[in-house]
T-cell receptor, first 117, second 114 residues
Framework: DTAVSQTPKYLVTQMGNDKSIKCEQN?????MYWYKQDSKKFLKIMFS???????INETVPNRFSPKSPDKAHLNLHINSLELGDSAVYFC????????????????FGAGSRLTVL | GENVEQHPSTLSVQEGDSAVIKCTYS??????FPWYKQELGKGPQLIID?????GEKKDQRIAVTLNKTAKHFSLHITETQPEDSAVYFC?????????????FGSGTRLSIRP
């Protein structure tokens, strides 16, 4: 199946630990993203990469470090986890289309629910 | 930067009735306005989008309108069905490049009453 897949789906960990979430897309898209969705469902962009190059880096604590080994993969590593990091993290990908029929359609993964105790 | 406000936060309608969700944006340079539907336990999925050179777009029971002057855009769902129950997000973006941030509204939880 063509998709954006992220692992793990659920992650429960203690404060202070370090954890990683992995994302892979087989859609052939050039751009990948990490979004954070908090308990109120608010979706906020964190990072985007285009062909392994960091493009968008929002105001995110430097405990969060994305890594893109190739354009099909974008991983998120979080150091020294805090209670406020509890959220659902969504990976997404897109193939930007310019011109008069321009679009930037995001294809999201199913999300990784991180719970910090 | 861009700010997108969305109302209402929750909406309950009788099956068969229409539902309307409204959004406003702050950056007059924004030119792409997608709408996403998020079902329980899943990631958001695009259902319709509109560009700033178009005032209205329709796809079966779903329509979106855009008022650039007022910086408003709305989602209209007619003849609602139980499967329309989900969280809906409006969004706004400027330009069509990998550097274009898609900024989401706060979401509307739509419930369809049988």
């Amino acid at each position: 199946d063509t998709a954006v897949s992220q692992t793990p789906k659920y992650l429960v960990t203690q404060m202070g630990n370090d954890k990683s979430i992995k994302c892979e897309q087989n859609l052939g898209h050039d751009t990948m993203y990490w979004y954070k969705q908090d308990s109120k469902k608010f979706l906020k962009i964190m990072f985007s990469y285009n062909n392994k190059e960091l493009i968008i880096n929002e105001t995110v604590p430097n405990r969060f470090s994305p890594k893109s080994p190739d354009k099909a993969h974008l991983n998120l590593h979080i150091n020294s986890l805090e209670l406020g990091d509890s959220a659902v993290y969504f990976c997404a990908s897109s193939q930007v289309q310019g011109g008069l029929t321009g679009a930037n359609v995001l294809t999201f993964g199913a999300g990784s629910r991180l719970t910090v105790l | 930067g861009e700010n997108v406000e969305q109302h209402p936060s929750t909406l309950s309608v009788q099956e068969g009735d229409s539902a309307v969700i409204k959004c406003t944006y702050s950056d007059s340079a924004s030119n792409y306005f997608p709408w996403y539907k998020q079902e329980l336990g899943k990631g958001p999925q695009l259902i319709i989008d509109i560009r700033s050179n178009v005032g209205e777009k329709k796809d079966q029971r779903i329509a979106v309108t855009l008022n650039k002057t007022a910086k408003h855009f709305s989602l209209h769902i007619t003849e609602t069905q139980p499967e329309d129950s989900a969280v809906y997000f409006c969004a706004a973006s400027k330009g069509y490049s990998s550097a274009s941030k898609i900024i989401f509204g706060s979401g509307t939880r739509l419930s369809i009453r049988p």
